[in-house]
């Protein structure tokens, strides 16, 4: 295959990937002519796409236009698989929610972001949620710290060009890996969302590396300073029961 097919061949993917994220919870069928208004392909060229599409299964047909097909359900179901936690991990996270009546997060490095790979809700009705799967930044918040730790200065460097403050922003970066290091925790309050706290520690390999961040997060009236030392207390008697199951996730950590 010549350069020419080669980039050809990554455009139809990525035309192809434009059309299904036009499924969403909100939106669970497409139109044709919508998607060739949203893409601004030519109709034959959708048509074409959403036919390969169709014949692996990750379209389906219906009166009112093209819905997910069985195909994604297969997949869907993969990863679930692949991401789920053990049910004893899922027992920790569950109790600490109820003990502390906010939002439990476990997130991992990928790059210059963090993935969220599990989640138990807060019961309250105001509550912090982030779904399974969401990517997030890392120039920020309580898990970004803690998954910074140990850094090496070249991801520091783009971690910080990816955020609004630009490259000098590496400098309270290094600073909050290293006051995360040398405390245990980390806490952030509104520095990404206003209103929100969270608190978050480490969950580390017998070899010291960290490999996830474990959080809780809520509105920053319900999680004054005051006990933000209590939950990571907690937070780090329930990392250390998790490191000790033998924490895995098929991402894994990325240098």
Not at 18 to 40: A, F, K, Q, Y
Not at 61 to 87: C, D, F, K, Q, V
Not at 90 to 96: N, S, V
Not at 168 to 187: C, D, F, K, S
Request: proline letters at 6%; aromatic letters at 4%.
């Amino acid at each position: 295959m010549d350069a020419d097919q080669g980039q050809g061949g990554v455009r139809s993917v990525r035309r192809a990937l434009d059309i299904l994220s036009l499924l969403t919870e909100d939106r669970s069928t497409v139109p044709l002519r919508d998607m060739v208004e949203v893409t601004g392909l030519p109709k034959t060229t959708v048509v074409r796409l959403v036919q390969t599409l169709e014949q692996y299964g990750l379209l389906w047909a219906t009166p009112a236009g093209y819905t997910a097909g069985p195909g994604l359900w297969r997949w869907a179901h993969l990863a679930h698989t692949s991401w789920e936690l053990p049910p004893d991990t899922q027992k920790l996270l569950r109790e600490l929610v109820e003990r502390r009546g906010e939002t439990a997060n476990l997130m991992i490095r990928r790059d210059i972001r963090r993935v969220c790979v599990a989640q138990q809700e807060s019961p309250q009705p105001l509550r912090h949620v982030v779904r399974v799967g969401d990517e997030l930044p890392l120039w920020a918040g309580a898990s970004s710290k803690v998954l910074l730790v140990g850094a090496t200065d070249g991801l520091l460097q783009r971690v910080a060009a990816d955020s609004p403050h630009g490259v000098a922003h590496i400098e309270q970066l290094r600073q909050w890996a290293e006051e995360t290091a040398a405390r245990g925790y980390a806490v952030s309050h509104g520095e990404r969302d206003v209103g929100l706290t969270a608190v978050a520690v480490p969950i580390r390999t017998h070899s010291g590396v960290v490999v996830a961040s474990l959080s809780l997060s809520g509105p920053s009236a319900r999680i004054p300073d005051r006990i933000t030392g209590e939950f990571a207390e907690d937070l780090v008697q329930v990392a250390a029961r998790i490191a000790s199951q033998g924490f895995d996730h098929p991402l894994g950590p990325r240098t």
